[in-house]
């Protein structure tokens, strides 16, 4: 995106831009957790968030374990969602509204430790999303465990549309 036509997720962020480095990252999670509350429930951590790519992490802490000790399966979905939804985000149009039009996920192994969802768009995705009113992107995201595997594997598709509808 052009200077133009930056968006409020990114101005939002960019206050944000001054502060030291572990206080930048605190008051970033908690803009972001309170945004979207349900990120905040499962202790969401925002490692990265540029237009060109998102790095989202999820401890694996009691709150979103499953019966085996590991990260749900929900909450393995919910950090690919938001890492997909939040680079998104950082380039759809302040005119337009984002919602995930679709998701695939397969559960490949056995996830250890914290999982780490990264999220990226090209340059054409993000040429599309500052262009057009409405449209759809198929959203690139891995997630990897602690020892390096991908326990999922993804496919987001998110689709935006204007936040008003126009009058007939």
Known sequence: MSESTVNRLQRTLAKLDGLPGPLRSAARNFALRRA??????AGLDFVALTPERSEIRIANRRP????????HAAAMTLVAETATGM???????????????????AFKKRASGALRAQAHLTAEQRALL?????????VA???TDEAGIEPIQCEFV????????PQA
């Open 64 to 71: 979103v374990q499953n019966h085996i000790r590991g990260v």
């Open 141 to 143: 995201v891995t997630v």
């Open 158 to 165: 998110w689709a935006w549309v204007p936040k008003e509808k």
């Open 87 to 105: 680079v998104v985000g950082m380039n759809v149009r302040d005119d337009c509204l984002p919602l995930c039009k679709s998701l695939n996920v």
């Open 36 to 41: 979207v509350p349900l990120t905040g429930t």
């Open 130 to 138: 500052a262009r057009e009113t409405k449209g759809e992107v198929k």
